[in-house]
T-cell receptor, first 111, second 114 residues
Framework: RKEVEQDPGPFNVPEGATVAFNCTYSNSASQSFFWYRQDCRKEPKLLMSVYSSGNEDGRFTAQLNRASQYISLLIRDSKLSDSATYLCVVNPYSSASKIIFGSGTRLSIRP | GAVVSQHPSWVICKSGTSVKIECRSLDFQATTMFWYRQFPKQSLMLMATSNEGSKATYEQGVEKDKFLINHASLTLSTLTVTSAHPEDSSFYIC??????????FGSGTRLTVV
């Protein structure tokens, strides 16, 4: 089983739609969770950290479910500029700073 | 915010030659940097963890003699791909943990070996 698993997509949704991605992780002791966005041929950029209580940043909402070992990302009122690959990132080690990337979920927003 | 500068952005080299990629943290000190490789339509795969003043830690399956990592200062880590072959063609990217605890990435180096 992979340490971090994501549905690769692609998700193709119309502008204005709401879309959600899930990501599962295998190590129950994982400490930190993030969502990154990666545009084609560019470096990943932090979209948001994921906190235990869930958190929201504008149109983006992240949730963490420790019992089921998954995190989610919800995008409301999607824009054309949201088209990208969304990477689920987990720090599975309590004493180290190494992070593990999911394979990414491709999102394409159509006009 | 934190910035990690990576050079070169792209490089084309002949098979059998070596290529050095540099990664600098511009406004913070990075005792640890991470080197990743990304093949088309795949995710980033961690190759090694670079530790300032000590040997790098390589992930399973990554040849340490082929991918030489040097982290001689708190702001500079280098990855040298030795005796490059076409199968080494990939997107190489570094990252460092910044003061805020997040991970800042360099802009990546696209290596093509011909």
């Amino acid at each position: 089983r992979k340490e971090v698993e994501q549905d690769p997509g692609p998700f193709n949704v119309p502008e204005g739609a709401t879309v959600a991605f899930n990501c599962t992780y295998s190590n129950s002791a994982s400490q930190s969770f993030f969502w990154y966005r990666q545009d084609c041929r560019k470096e990943p950029k932090l979209l948001m950290s994921v906190y235990s209580s869930g958190n929201e940043d504008g149109r983006f909402t992240a949730q963490l479910n420790r019992a089921s070992q998954y995190i989610s990302l919800l995008i409301r009122d999607s824009k054309l500029s949201d088209s990208a690959t969304y990477l689920c990132v987990v720090n599975p080690y309590s004493s180290a700073s190494k992070i593990i990337f999911g394979s990414g979920t491709r999102l394409s927003i159509r006009p | 915010g934190a910035v990690v500068s990576q050079h070169p952005s792209w490089v084309i080299c002949k098979s059998g030659t070596s290529v050095k990629i540099e990664c600098r943290s511009l406004d913070f000190q990075a005792t640890t940097m991470f080197w990743y490789r990304q093949f088309p339509k795949q995710s980033l795969m961690l190759m090694a963890t670079s530790n300032e003043g000590s040997k790098a830690t390589y992930e399973q399956g990554v040849e340490k003699d082929k991918f030489l990592i040097n982290h001689a200062s708190l702001t500079l880590s280098t990855l040298t791909v030795t005796s490059a072959h076409p199968e080494d063609s990939s997107f190489y990217i570094c990252s460092a943990r910044d003061r805020g605890g997040g991970y800042t990435f360099g802009s990546g180096t696209r290596l093509t070996v011909v």
